[in-house]
């Protein structure tokens, strides 16, 4: 019974260079969310998507930032050209479908990216 | 706007001791309220809930009341149990889709 998965677990980057961070949702999950929880705040909503769709992005920064739920395999976020300032635990959720929704949303161990 | 603010860490407790981590919240409406637990490298998992004002959530010891009159969920738990050494987060949601969190409590219980 696997879980939500994360890999890697920890991620070290020099600024300017790429992260990417990748999310296996919970079998038979078609949903997954990402969080960013940076050093003394809470986790902070990202983005939620579904299969080759984006639902809700409203908490993505402009920029640097993206996220993808291919059809086949994992969901992959994306930092370009990173800066220290990008350096957090990053969450990933995911739901099954027809249940989307908070109470629904199981969470993987989360990705520590350091930027140094 | 929404927002969960949580007692600091760390807190550090002997065996059978009684734990009271205070969380307080700012939400317009009716929000749904939560505390999740996060075992050492563990995914967030859910603890409890309540989604209306004087509901009770518990759930393996561990109880929090939806007081809207003083806009808290603080988690009590009577004794605690070395098993129950996590990091603690508070949350709410007042929309289909996004929590807001606290910055979570980290708890350790000491034999």
């Known amino acids: 019974n696997a879980g939500v998965m994360q890999n890697p677990r920890h991620l070290v980057r020099r600024r300017g260079q790429e992260a990417r961070l990748r999310c296996s949702p919970m079998?038979?999950?078609?949903?997954v969310y990402w969080y960013r929880q940076l050093p003394e705040e809470g986790l902070k909503f990202m983005v939620y998507l579904q299969k080759e769709n984006i639902i809700d992005e409203s908490g993505m920064p402009k920029e640097r930032f993206s996220a993808e739920f291919p059809k086949e395999g994992p969901s992959i976020l994306r930092i370009q050209q990173v800066v220290r300032g990008d350096s957090a635990a990053y969450f990933c959720?995911?739901?099954?479908?027809?249940?989307?929704?908070?109470?629904?949303?199981?969470f993987g161990p989360g990705t520590r990216l350091l930027v140094l | 706007g929404n927002s969960v603010t949580q007692m600091e860490g760390p807190v550090t407790l002997s065996e059978e001791a009684f734990l009271t981590i205070n969380c307080t919240y700012t939400a317009t409406g009716y929000p749904s309220l939560f505390w999740y637990v996060q075992y050492p490298g563990e995914g967030l998992q859910l603890l409890l809930k309540?989604?209306?004002?004087?509901d009770k959530g518990s759930n393996k010891g561990f109880e929090a009341t939806y007081r809207k009159e003083t806009t808290s969920f603080h988690l009590e738990k009577g004794s605690v149990q070395v098993s129950d050494s996590a990091v603690y987060f508070c949350?709410?949601?007042?929309?289909?889709?996004?929590?807001?969190f606290g910055t979570g409590t980290s708890l350790t219980v000491i034999p």
């Open positions: 959720a995911s739901s099954p479908p027809g249940l989307a929704g908070v109470e629904t949303q199981y």
């Open positions: 949350a709410l949601s007042n929309t289909g889709n996004q929590f807001y």
């Open positions: 309540a989604t209306k004002a004087d």
């Open positions: 079998k038979g999950h078609s949903h």
